[in-house]
Each structure stands twice: as structure tokens, then as C-alpha cells.
């Protein structure tokens, strides 16, 4: 019998400066089995124009050594901390030393006075899932 846990990890991306591409390569733990999902985030609470930014930035990650491009995403942001999404779902089977790679780009609208930018954070959840063999 299989026991299968699920585990969070976190990856936070320094935005800035405004339309600024921030590659990513990021090797989640050899432990990890299965990338079931991903959930982004702008934890930050910015004293932004408007309170929900639709299009904050992109991101767009490949797994498994580029094999697999399962996520051109585009980030939002929401003064309300308290309104979360569900995960986007991936159920990618991960490979092992396979790094996941791409990039964020940031599209110039988190302004905040004066219609300034505003650096921020963004939070990259992957949902993961390990498999331990009985």
C-alpha cells in the first residue's frame, strides 16, 4: 500500500522594477513525485490605485527539463488578502533532477500613487504530492 502525502513548496519572486522578465529555475526536492497543481499569489497589501489588478504579470514555467509547458498563467493581484482561488490543476509527473524553468514578466500595472510602480512579491505555491512505497 501507497502512502501519499501532499506538501506546499514556495517559491517568491522579487518584482522591482516595471516590466521587468525574471527567469525562473527551481529544483523542488528529489522526495517530490507529482506537481498536482500551482497557485500564485501577491501577498503584499499595496496602496495600489485600484484594488484588483486583473494582469499584474505572466508567468510561464516547463517541467521536466523543458519536456512538458503545462502553465502560461497571468498573475492578478487583489487588495482582498482574504479572496483565494483554488490551485490551477497540473497533475505533472516529475522527473527526477529535472529543474522547472521559464520566466515572469511583469506588465507595469501595479502602480500606486502618483501612477508609480510598485515592487512586489510574487508567491509561486506548487502543490505537491510524494508517493512512499510500502
Not at 54 to 72: V, Y
Request: hydrophobic share 35%; proline share 3%; glycine share 2%.
Amino acid at each position: 500500500m501507497d502512502c501519499i502525502n501532499i506538501k506546499w513548496e514556495i517559491v517568491q519572486v522579487q518584482v522591482k522594477k516595471e516590466n521587468q522578465i525574471i527567469p525562473i529555475d527551481i529544483k523542488l526536492p528529489d522526495e517530490i513525485d507529482v506537481c498536482e497543481g500551482i497557485y500564485l499569489s501577491i501577498p503584499e497589501k499595496l496602496n495600489t490605485l485600484k484594488s484588483f489588478i486583473s494582469q499584474a504579470g505572466e508567468l510561464s514555467l516547463s517541467f521536466n527539463a523543458k519536456q512538458k509547458h503545462l502553465l502560461h498563467f497571468t498573475a492578478e493581484y487583489n487588495k482582498d488578502l482574504s479572496d483565494k482561488k483554488k490551485s490551477i490543476k497540473l497533475n505533472c509527473q516529475l522527473e527526477n533532477n529535472k529543474n522547472i524553468t521559464g520566466y515572469y514578466i511583469d506588465y507595469a500595472n501595479v502602480k500606486g500613487e502618483n501612477n508609480r510602480f510598485l515592487p512586489y512579491t510574487l508567491s509561486i505555491y506548487f502543490e505537491c504530492k510524494t508517493i512512499q512505497k510500502h
